[in-house]
């Protein structure tokens, strides 16, 4: 037997005995991913898999031991956010708030038990900014800080821990504070408890969730926000936690996204329907093989994107195009609902793993991957939009930008009719182009945020389909839904 056999049986039997991932464990893994590149080993990954059955969310982990170690000696990382110091002077949230000598406890122990903890002495301060027993574990926060630096260590016991089990437990050390910190786990050693994902902010700052959203008629994503009945803090513990939360602070928006962390990294591996076996080989794919791939690819993408973000119902995807990129060659796939109207996901490449364009390039976040930059070069690429019309999907094509990809001014229109051949856009001033229909889809070079009219044509000039463009000009978004991040 090959190895490449080999490799597709075991997948095939992994398929029917691991369950599917959540969607929130798949979507955008936060950059800070690269410090935790370097703790977490094999027998980590293995303990997740044959332990608990969850992947854990980017920034914790609960019952599976101190895995996520600083191989710095917890130094912390210097603090130049006021809003950080804000996070860290705010009083301790939480069930266990108001337990005065608890807190006292888990202070003195976390201080005396440091190498358990994973920090050093470097960081003299201990802040317990978190203690709960709401979701069936035991869950501390606590911030390790100097006058300039600081770290954040996230602990996950069984219900009613004590302080000296809990420094033992497992979670994370070392870890960024960021004003909106955000920090999840799964059930504690023994099994109990869910999952759960936690959003602290600073005192005075109001979060808000949105767990579902709705569909205008011209498929546009629409929410309806309800305020957090905990001040200052939000703990999901959901079977499956989607939707997006917002933090308020002074009557502005400081942050607003969907739940959890994002850097534009998304992987559909293990997300319905089933990549095809083929994938799995290292060998060269035919043509045809490279499209149901990407197709696949495609689709996984959309549902990986509309479940996280809380789409009702979470419509059944389907392929509204596939083929070859026109000039560069490249397979691609458009996936979304079978009407035509609403998300859409565009997937460039066979790639499982796709870096998704978030904004164009004057608006995309400075690129801090480090050297995973170049283990990502055989990823895909894919970039989201709405249509607004079943006869034609605009989406903007993405490209690679170090370790990350953003959006560009090429447009790729996809009509639905066989007739097409030529595609129009017309607006005002420069806001004009055109381009033939080749392999099924026209490429327009149209500036980001261009209000146009998009015409679709047969042979005669007969018009088959008319779309206006909706898309936002400037900063980070998927599905049109503006990302914001402003402390």
């Not at 509309?306 to 979470?314: I, K, M, N, V």
């Not at 390039?361 to 995973?372: K, Q, V």
């Amino acid at each position: 037997m090959s190895v490449d056999e080999l490799r597709t049986g075991l997948a095939r039997i992994a398929a029917t005995v691991v369950p599917d991932e959540d969607p929130y464990d798949r979507l955008m893994r936060h950059a800070r991913r690269r410090r935790r590149s370097r703790w977490a080993g094999l027998g980590a990954l293995l303990a997740a898999l044959l332990t608990t059955a969850v992947v854990a969310p980017a920034t914790g982990v609960g019952g599976l031991g101190n895995w996520l170690r600083d191989p710095e000696q917890g130094s912390g990382y210097r603090v130049t956010n006021d809003w950080v110091w804000r996070l860290i002077n705010s009083p301790t949230r939480g069930s266990l708030a108001a337990d005065g000598p608890l807190l006292d406890e888990l202070t003195r122990v976390f201080d005396r038990n440091r190498d358990e903890a994973g920090m050093g002495s470097a960081l003299p301060a201990v802040k317990v900014l978190f203690a709960d027993d709401s979701s069936g574990v035991r869950q501390v926060v606590v911030a390790y800080h100097s006058d300039t630096s600081a770290a954040l260590v996230a602990k996950t016991g069984e219900l009613g821990a004590r302080p000296q089990d809990l420094v033992r437990a497992g979670g994370i050390s070392n870890l960024p504070i960021l004003p909106f910190t955000m920090v999840g786990g799964g059930p504690d050693g023994k099994g109990q408890g869910s999952r759960w994902l936690l959003g602290l902010a600073p005192a005075g700052c109001t979060v808000w969730s949105a767990p579902s959203a709705t569909l205008t008629a011209e498929g546009a994503v629409g929410r309806t926000w309800r305020r957090a009945a905990t001040p200052g803090y939000l703990l999901l513990d959901e079977q499956r936690i989607r939707g997006w939360w917002r933090v308020e602070c002074g009557g502005t928006i400081r942050e607003e996204g969907p739940v959890g962390v994002r850097t534009g990294e998304l992987s559909g591996r293990q997300s319905a329907p089933a990549l095809d076996p083929r994938a799995t080989s290292t060998g060269p794919l035919s043509p045809d093989d490279e499209l149901r791939q990407v197709e696949q690819a495609a689709v996984n993408s959309y549902r990986l994107l509309a479940e996280t973000a809380g789409l009702p119902g979470t419509p059944v995807p389907v392929r509204r195009w596939s083929g070859r990129i026109p000039g560069a060659g490249v397979p691609a796939s458009i996936a979304g609902p079978a009407s035509g109207v609403g998300p859409a996901v565009l997937q460039l490449g066979t790639g499982h793993d796709a870096l998704l364009a978030l904004a164009a390039a004057n608006d995309a976040r400075r690129d801090d991957t480090g050297t995973l930059a170049a283990s990502r070069a055989d990823w895909a690429l894919a970039a989201t939009a709405v249509s607004s019309s079943a006869g034609l999907t605009a989406i903007r094509l993405p490209a690679r930008a170090g370790g990350h990809a953003i959006l560009t001014d090429q447009l790729l229109v996809a009509p639905a009719q066989e007739e097409a051949v030529l595609v129009t856009a017309t607006g005002s001033g420069a806001q004009r182009a055109v381009a033939p229909v080749t392999n099924g889809a026209a490429i327009l070079s149209l500036p980001l945020g261009a209000e146009v009219t998009l015409r679709v044509l047969n042979a005669d000039g007969k018009v088959l389909d008319v779309q206006a463009l909706h898309e936002p000009a400037t900063g980070e978004r998927i599905f049109n839904e503006q990302l914001v991040s402003t402390w």
